[in-house]
């Protein structure tokens, strides 16, 4: 974690609405990106993203460790995105409305994410999409997903490990099999 991102989680621990927004700032585009993949509808990933940067802001007083503050904050997001998606365990939908531009006029490609990965996607346990979606689309590190969901660093190395290898397997097969 660079020393500019610790700063300011420090600072806004303190209650630095400043600080938080600059951490708002540098996270704000991977958070839609994420919350767009999980959630299907870019409409509905920008209510999670403002849901879950209000509970961020509002419980930043909790967080034991700043270098966990990202994980910490994806976490947060997960939970805003399932309560955007009730139905979590169902098929993510097909994403209806891919020339939707986020508030900040930031345009994000929602139609490189094939229709195959979406529903290769839904075939993983809502806990490894977790996992994959934390690594793979926010870019957080083993320990600190481990730190977040409070499991131990081998555990997300492990699970993470396997959920690609089955999204591989579904991908090269050409589809989704119950198993």
Request: net charge negative; hydrophobic share 40%; aromatic share 8%.
């Amino acid at each position: 974690m660079g020393a500019d991102i610790k700063k300011y989680v420090i600072a806004a621990k303190r209650g630095d609405a400043e600080a938080f927004g600059e951490l708002y700032a540098l996270y704000k585009n991977e958070m839609f990106r994420y919350a767009c993949i999980v959630v299907g509808n870019p409409v509905a990933a920008e209510d999670a993203v403002s849901e879950a940067v209000i509970e961020a802001f509002e419980n930043i007083g909790s967080l034991r460790s700043p270098g966990s503050f990202k994980g910490w904050l994806f976490k947060i997001l997960n939970s805003a995105c399932r309560r955007q998606y009730k139905d979590f365990n169902k098929d993510l939908p097909l994403i209806e409305d891919a020339d939707h531009e986020p508030a900040d006029g930031k345009d994000i490609e929602l139609k490189e994410i094939s229709i195959d990965l979406q529903q290769a996607m839904a075939a993983l346990n809502p806990e490894d999409r977790q996992i994959v979606m934390m690594r793979a689309v926010a870019g957080i590190g083993s320990r600190e997903i481990a730190e977040s969901l409070g499991i131990p660093d081998a555990t997300v190395r492990s699970r993470y490990s396997r959920a690609i290898s089955k999204l591989g397997k579904i991908l090269k097969e050409g589809g989704v099999n119950d198993e």
